[in-house]
């Protein structure tokens, strides 16, 4: 797998922040809030909006302070401790009301249900996802190192809740850490995306949305290193 886009690390931060609200609105829609992209800017300018519930703003808000953290952070390595500091991040709105505020931060201990599919994924073991994301961080290639991390997260639902969102927020990270471009799914593509993505739950077999994801979901500029 190549590289779609190549630019320094400098020209994908700045290409990163003058794309936040786009990533924060897709990153929405794929989470099931229906908001539209200017309704996304107006929350990130403390613009008031209508026809969206408190709780959905505030998890608008937590993704803006998510995407804030990994670019704030974009040489810190990815381990298992940086995922749950995101986690922290990503779903302090959901505290307290889908699960409790212990859980914040802290690797899943019980099942989770995935809509759409009877498949389940293994309760998770510290050790073993420590392991296994250590050998994915030894692929040489970051785009495709940034797929894979982020379909594993999204595979193996460490935490109770916000899994895909650390997931995408995680798969940037190592692209603009590499100076990569940023992967975001288009808000006409999520139905597509969410069916190769239960495929993939059950299978295992991440090829076909790994090559799908790098056709359709990765976005950037080439610019002089």
């Known amino acids: 797998m190549d590289n779609k886009f190549v630019m320094s690390q400098k020209a994908n931060i700045f290409f990163a922040k ?16 229906a908001i539209t992209f200017e309704n996304t800017v107006n929350i990130l300018n403390d613009v008031n909006v209508e026809n969206l519930k408190p709780s959905e703003i505030c998890k608008v808000l937590d993704l803006t302070g998510a995407w804030k953290f990994i670019l704030e952070n974009i040489n810190r390595p ?21 699960f409790e505020y212990s859980q914040l931060g802290s690797l899943r201990t019980g099942d989770v249900l995935i809509s759409g599919t009877s498949w389940r994924p293994k309760i998770p073991d510290a050790k073993k996802l420590s392991a296994e994301l250590m050998e994915i961080l030894k692929i040489g290639n970051p785009t495709e190192r940034a797929i894979t991390i982020m379909l594993w997260i999204m595979r193996k639902q ?16 190592i692209l603009i850490q590499n100076g990569n471009g940023i992967l975001s799914v288009p808000v006409e593509l999520d139905d597509r995306f969410k069916t190769m993505l239960i495929k993939f739950y059950e299978t295992g077999d991440m090829q076909p949305l790994k090559e799908w994801i790098y056709d359709n979901c990765i976005d950037g500029v080439n610019s002089p290193q």
């Open 78 to 98: 990815v381990s298992l401790i940086f995922l749950q500091e995101l986690h922290k991040i990503i779903a302090k709105t959901e505290a307290g009301t889908d």
């Open 158 to 173: 460490p935490f109770i809740d916000g899994n895909k969102r650390i997931a995408i927020m995680t798969g940037n990270k």
């Open 18 to 33: 003058r794309l936040s609200a786009d990533v924060v609105y897709k990153i929405a829609n794929l989470e099931g809030i």
